[in-house]
């Protein structure tokens, strides 16, 4: 049996056991008081099991092909999650820091600064060496998804940095466009500045390139206060680690989340549920609207900002259908219809009664939402910022959508 404690700041909250047969339990310190760390793992005295330990942490790690390489670079099993977290657990998404039994945190943050040289290496080492991760340089950083990434520092003055201990949170995540899909960060930057122009709250977001040419998104966490000093984690956790599934379940048709999962996750965790649910509605149909059919169970999430869970911002929007080699499928269906043509008027009545919604409601917010995109895509690609063809077919589905829907 071997242990990594779970901190929080400065301030230990319990251990993540891996028992002699691989298996994980998670263990709350008897001195804990705060917030659960998950709403699948509620505090309690005893050990929680194999299953929902292994969603909640497990969901820290990335997947897919920067799973296989960076358990590759570290020597690791690629199905160890324990392994892994032991490598790069010291800088994951929200609060929590997983450090090894018998280490405590460090008494004050280092930093590796980046040159323009060493950023265009970092960004072009990414297939190989996901998240800039090297231990023995101290940079153990670990972020969900299987699109190449990089969390990184970036201070007032813009001057980026890689952390090399776990007392220097990141700040930002800095997304490289992938030679598969051209224009992805045109892509990223366009949805999310829609959807703030919508008013969705939405990570902040702008574009940048080295000085070789690469392009890459730069995405500000919204789980980190930034407007403290230092700087301070806030804690979140996405809807598949709160609902107990593992990462590799994150599609709905394999056994992930329904919306009506998700509308009862608010329902029973959330403050003021009734702030909180208009927010998942109007984010489901901007994403029906621009035509992201990959917005899945890990895309949306609880942000802890004062100990009760709220929707947290929205982040990964992009247009999947500019992209014709990737599926219609939608991740999470709209009641029925699991195509993106497949969603009617009837399907959104159909997800009002199953998810609890009053009909009218979603009528109006469905009418609502398309008028706005509708106008502000078009008020977006006449800006040079938006100037670009990804953005007109962005643009082009929105007009489309609409016309056909009145």
Known sequence: MSK?????GYGRVGELIRKDNGNLQFRYDAAYDGPPISQALPVQGTAHPHSPVRAVFGGLLPEGDARGALARNLGVSEANDYGLLTEVGGDVAGAMTLLPE?????????????????????????????LASDPDEGIRLSLAGAQPKVPVIIDEYGQI????????PTTHILKPEPDRFPGLVDNEAFCMELASACELSVARVRKAQTTSGVRFLVVERYDRDLTSTPVRRLHQEDFCQALGRPSDEKYQQEGGPSVAEAAQLIRSCTPIPAKELPRLLRALVFNWIVGNCDAHGKNYSLLYHRGAPTLAPLYDLVSTVVYPELTTRLAMSINGARKLHEVTAETWQNLARDASYRPAFVRTTIGDMLERAAGEATRLIDTA??????AAKINERVQELVASWR
């Open 4 to 8: 990594l404690i779970v901190w929080m």
């Open 102 to 130: 018998g280490v405590d945190p460090p008494g004050s943050p280092a930093s590796q600064p980046l040159d323009d040289a060493a950023l265009d290496r970092v960004l072009g080492d990414l297939p190989q060496r996901p």
């Open 161 to 168: 940095a890689l952390p090399t201990n776990s007392a220097a």
């Open 385 to 390: 910022e938006h100037a670009n063809s990804t």
